[in-house]
């Protein structure tokens, strides 16, 4: 549990420092001080339109009394500006006065994956804030949830009644992913059959011998047990990876290979944007070792100085 009094302040100048940041200055800036304290993360993730921030802000209330938490709200950006309307925090604003929640919202910016630039990083800005939970949301994207998987402790995956091409999604993959299914706005027509489809398609899945099931819950902003219930399901799913802690090291592996593999898209992507026409009349292959030599050169000159 974190001790001292959170600084909304300090924390809200170091987030917005971390959105900004190029890759290069990710990689040559001072990193959070290392805590031995890692907040649980919960994932919720969904389509556009599945009532994922009102769900957030719902059980967010529901989970204050577990400790410090933090929700951290991806929106889309603009193509062309890089803005974001940043709706999320509007949605939650009823919620924010508690002394020991914080909600931030992010743009998207450059990423295609439902996450936000250089998100590992204010993640672990959190841990070293003294958090104990983080709430993350995705932006919504479909079926293309896979990112955030490795970023969370618990994915909770939000389906609407009737939305059948969810369910097709999950028959490629996204079903494996998700640690529990919500079909959310539960009070419209189809949520029952939605459940059934899904319990259809986890009847056929495959699953190890003590590996988790996810349960699959209906939810509405007007029922306060729906939410209970999903909060309930999560700290089920966390006692359950408690007894597995031999997963934990293949989790941190992952995310910090998102984390180098993200960063060094975002650097590439620079590089690459301010490259004149006459670089391209190369064979691809001294393209390839101008970039890679372009992409040592910063941090070497760093590491010199030093």
Not at 9 to 24: I, M
Not at 46 to 60: C, D, Q, W, Y
């Amino acid at each position: 549990m974190h001790q001292s009094p959170l600084n909304r302040w300090e924390l809200s100048r170091a987030l917005t420092k971390l959105a900004n940041s190029s890759a290069t200055e990710i990689a040559r800036g001072a990193p959070p001080p290392k805590s031995s304290h890692i907040a649980r993360r919960i994932g919720i993730t969904g389509a556009p339109g599945a009532g994922k921030s009102t769900l957030v802000g719902h059980l967010a209330t529901q989970r204050l009394h577990k400790g410090r938490l933090g929700v951290l709200a991806v929106d889309p950006s603009s193509p062309h500006s890089g803005g974001a309307i940043l709706g999320d925090r509007v949605r939650m604003d009823d919620i924010e006065g508690a002394n020991e929640l914080y909600i931030r919202s992010l743009g998207s910016r450059k990423t295609s994956d439902g996450l936000a630039d250089n998100l590992p990083e204010m993640l672990e800005l959190l841990d070293a804030h003294g958090f104990d939970e983080v709430i993350l949301e995705t932006v919504g994207v479909g079926q293309a949830e896979y990112a955030v998987r490795n970023q969370v402790d618990t994915l909770v995956l939000v389906l609407l009644p009737d939305s059948g091409d969810a369910v097709q999604a999950m028959k490629a993959g996204i079903m494996e992913m998700a640690d529990i299914f919500v079909v959310n706005k539960a009070d419209l027509p189809g949520a029952q059959r939605m459940v059934t489809d899904l319990r259809r398609i986890a009847a056929v899945t495959r699953n190890n011998p003590g590996s988790w099931v996810p349960p699959i819950l209906l939810t509405t902003s007007t029922q306060a047990e729906s939410i209970r219930n999903l909060s309930d399901a999560i700290d089920q799913h966390s006692a359950w990876l408690s007894q597995t802690d031999s997963q934990r090291k293949h989790v941190l592996t992952q995310r910090a290979r998102y984390r180098l593999k993200r960063n060094l898209e975002l650097r590439i992507g620079d590089l690459i944007k301010n490259l004149d026409e006459e670089f391209f009349s190369q064979s691809v292959a001294e393209q390839m070792l101008s970039v890679l030599d372009a992409l040592r050169t910063p941090l070497d000159a760093q590491a010199m100085e030093a």
